[in-house]
């Protein structure tokens, strides 16, 4: 797999930007943080799908702790039911990012007021089988980024694509900023 003139064994801990021409409602103009990738599969949360319901709402469990207002995504499509935490932060002394996917709610707690560090909610997560994404990637159907590169929370939802990928290559940028529907340009 290429990424910006690099050879990369595995995509985990990297972002995946889908194509501009990809219509699936799943994945159009998504972002996904991958947390796995091996010679078995792929997973990764979508990172901008706001659900527009905060934790306490969406899980009971977390209604009366730190954590109540914390902002859920849509992670994918596959078991929406089931809730996964994630953290990450750069490592400035070591120059690398460490991420935590599939915390457990008294790490979140741990982590919610620590300095640099982003947490967020994803109910569900994106899957791919056994040389699934692989196929995916030599049909161009995504681009990849490093994430250490980005302020994700500079931008969300769409806006959040359009800032990675058109980062990525001028010409990227002008797909990038095509209108959703382009009859109403």
């Given at each position: 797999?290429?990424?910006?003139?690099?050879?990369?064994?595995?995509?985990?801990?990297?972002?995946?930007?889908?194509?501009?021409?990809?219509r699936d409602e799943n994945f159009r103009?998504?972002?996904?943080?991958?947390?796995?990738?091996?010679?078995?599969?792929?997973?990764?949360?979508?990172?901008?799908?706001?659900?527009?319901?905060?934790?306490?709402?969406?899980?009971?469990?977390?209604?009366?702790?730190?954590?109540?207002?914390?902002?859920?995504?849509?992670?994918?499509?596959?078991?929406?039911?089931?809730?996964?935490?994630?953290?990450?932060?750069?490592n400035e002394q070591a120059g690398e990012?460490?991420?935590?996917?599939?915390?457990?709610?008294?790490?979140?707690?741990?982590?919610?007021?620590?300095?640099?560090?982003?947490?967020?909610?994803?109910?569900?997560?994106?899957?791919?089988?056994?040389?699934?994404?692989?196929?995916e990637l030599r049909h161009n159907t995504?681009?990849?980024?490093?994430?250490?590169?980005?302020?994700?929370?500079?931008?969300?939802?769409?806006?959040?694509?359009?800032?990675?990928?058109?980062?990525?290559?001028?010409?990227?940028?002008?797909?990038?900023?095509?209108?959703?529907?382009?009859?109403?340009?």
């Open positions: 797999m290429k990424e910006r003139g690099k050879t990369r064994k595995t995509l985990a801990g990297q972002l995946l930007l889908a194509h501009p021409t990809l103009r998504a972002v996904i943080l991958m947390s796995a990738h091996d010679a078995d599969g792929a997973m990764g949360v979508v990172l901008n799908r706001p659900l527009g319901r905060p934790l306490g709402e969406v899980s009971p469990d977390f209604a009366l702790t730190p954590l109540a207002e914390l902002p859920v995504y849509r992670g994918g499509p596959v078991e929406t039911g089931k809730l996964i935490l994630v953290s990450w932060q750069m990012l460490q991420l935590n996917f599939g915390l457990e709610p008294e790490r979140a707690f741990e982590l919610f007021r620590t300095p640099g560090v982003t947490l967020r909610a994803f109910m569900g997560y994106s899957g791919w089988g056994k040389g699934q994404l692989e196929n995504w681009f990849t980024a490093p994430l250490e590169l980005y302020n994700l929370g500079a931008a969300d939802g769409p806006a959040l694509w359009r800032m990675v990928l058109g980062s990525l290559d001028p010409e990227l940028k002008l797909f990038a900023d095509e209108p959703e529907d382009p009859s109403r340009n």
